[in-house]
Antibody, heavy 116, light 107 residues
């Protein structure tokens, strides 16, 4: 059974940093493209970015609002996906979900609140 | 970026009703269109990919159609567990944009 478990969310001040993790199991993580999607409170879904598998180059792509501030990485030895978030803004407040490449499987999400 | 426009933004329906939600892309996306269901406080659940292919385990009362710019999600006979918010998403090009959602409520 595919499982994705996010962690690392919490309250952070504007300008601060936070690193989210997504622990994966039940599939061959190293072969998978992985993505992050977020949802601000009471709002719709927003694609954040993705990382390809290393065999496909391991490259990343980001949505414009987070480009240059967020970095997606992966540790295939730990079956874990990361989202490093720097220079956080109040508008980054959201539940952050990790998903598999085809969006067929989602984690439960982790809440990030950016507030002074 | 490709804009995805869903309509209606909300609807009220009764158990047993046939419900149709539409999604329009601002440019052609072939059949690179997915539908998701989300219930309050839960993660989205994938229903349909490639515009009309049902995800494993999803009941056949859900169906999708369309290609190019115009797509529909149909629920053939609405049941209590189907009251939720539904989102379309294009994955033809980055960023993979979502529609604004359609909230299906009980009449």
């Amino acid at each position: 059974e595919v499982q994705l478990v996010e962690s690392g969310g919490g309250l952070v001040k504007p300008g601060g940093s936070l690193r989210l993790s997504c622990a994966a199991s039940g599939f061959t993580f190293s072969n998978a493209w992985m993505r992050w999607v977020r949802q601000a409170p009471g709002k719709g879904l927003e694609w954040v970015g993705h990382i390809k598998s290393k065999t496909d180059g391991g490259t990343t792509d980001y949505a414009a609002p987070v480009k240059g501030r967020f970095t997606i990485s992966r540790d295939d030895s730990k079956n874990t996906l990361y989202l490093q978030m720097n220079s956080l803004k109040t508008e980054d407040t959201a539940v952050y979900y990790c998903t598999t490449g085809g969006y067929g499987h989602w984690g439960q999400g982790t809440l990030v609140t950016v507030s002074s | 970026d490709i804009q995805m426009t869903q309509s209606p933004s909300s609807l009220s329906a009764s158990v047993g009703d046939r419900v149709t939600i539409t999604c329009r892309a601002s440019q052609g996306i072939s059949n690179y269109l997915a539908w998701f269901q989300q219930k309050p406080g839960k993660a989205p659940k994938s229903l349909i990919y490639a515009a009309s292919s049902l995800q494993s385990g999803v009941p056949s009362k859900f169906s999708g159609s369309g290609s190019g710019t115009d797509f529909t999600l149909t629920i053939s006979s609405l049941q209590p567990e189907d009251f939720a918010t539904y989102y379309c998403q294009q994955y033809n090009s980055f960023p993979h944009t979502f529609g604004g959602g359609t909230k299906v409520e009980i009449k």
